[in-house]
């Protein structure tokens, strides 16, 4: 794994952006898998930033985001969809059917997982995936569990922690959903390079655990040290605990 450190959220996302750029740059056709959360925004304005000024274009680039909250509609301001609509989508040039996003009113989640997989595979995989990290070192929404993780794309329930942590972007903890669709670890490996950001200090734990192993279920994010090419990025206070 390729560690940068950085000062700040505004050098992570500068940085971020600079990997993205490069990709797409060299492919102009490439697939781009996309999170959501706070950690990426910054990133997503920086990239729109770059297209406004023709330094980047989305027009043939695919899009495959890592989750969705089940159940809950694309057009619910905290949708994932309805997220990447305000933070991406609609600021730069990319066609919204290439955009990609697990669907939160599946009647069948289960075929819905089934089909979100064989899409990322008829795609050839992932050319540039972003990934953030929960406090409790999940990856999209695998979280820590000691009986293991599911490879593909599932639905899961979420933890009470992570029902907490997403809790400040609804009106109460009883709304936010308890289950999502999330892609899963294997889904993320089809990815040919991954970035990983992280930035403030309720972030140390989980990078301590990623960096320094060991290599655990109970760390999803720790399962990336097997990966070819992961890229960390994350700033001082993030990685704070690191010896
Ligand atoms: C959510 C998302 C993850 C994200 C995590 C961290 O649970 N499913 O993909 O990485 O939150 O979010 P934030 O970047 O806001 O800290």
């Known amino acids: 794994m390729r560690i940068i450190v950085v000062e700040n959220y505004e050098e992570m996302s500068a940085k971020g952006a600079e990997l993205f750029v490069e990709v797409m740059t060299a492919k102009k056709n490439c697939v781009i ?14 990239l729109a930033k770059a297209c406004a000024e023709g330094k980047v274009d989305f027009s043939e680039v695919t899009s495959v985001n890592l989750d969705e909250y089940y159940p809950l509609a694309p057009d619910n301001d905290q949708s994932y969809r309805y997220f990447m609509n305000k933070n991406l989508f609609d600021k730069v040039n990319i066609k919204k059917e290439n955009t990609f996003v697990p669907d939160g009113t599946a009647k069948d989640p289960e075929a819905a997982c089934k089909e979100y997989e064989q899409r990322i595979d008829a795609l050839g995989g992932i050319d540039i995936q972003v990934l953030g990290i929960g406090r409790n070192g999940h990856i999209g929404f695998n979280e820590p569990d000691a009986n293991g993780l599911f490879a593909e794309t599932h639905l899961t329930a979420l ?3 992570t029902i907490e942590a997403n809790s400040r972007f609804f009106a109460s903890a009883d709304e936010v959903p308890k289950h999502a669709l999330t892609m899963g670890i294997g889904s993320v490996f089809k990815a040919r390079k991954i970035v990983i950001m992280a930035n403030g200090a309720d972030k140390a734990d989980a990078i301590k655990k990623m960096v320094e192993g060991p290599i655990s279920t109970m760390c999803p994010a720790s399962l990336l040290c097997l990966h070819p090419d992961v890229t960390l990025i994350c700033d001082k206070s993030a990685y704070s605990l690191v010896k």
Request: glycine share 18%; hydrophobic share 25%.
């Open 159 to 161: 933890t009470e922690n």
């Open 33 to 46: 898998g996309l999170a959501t959360g706070s950690t990426p925004i910054g990133l997503y304005n920086n």
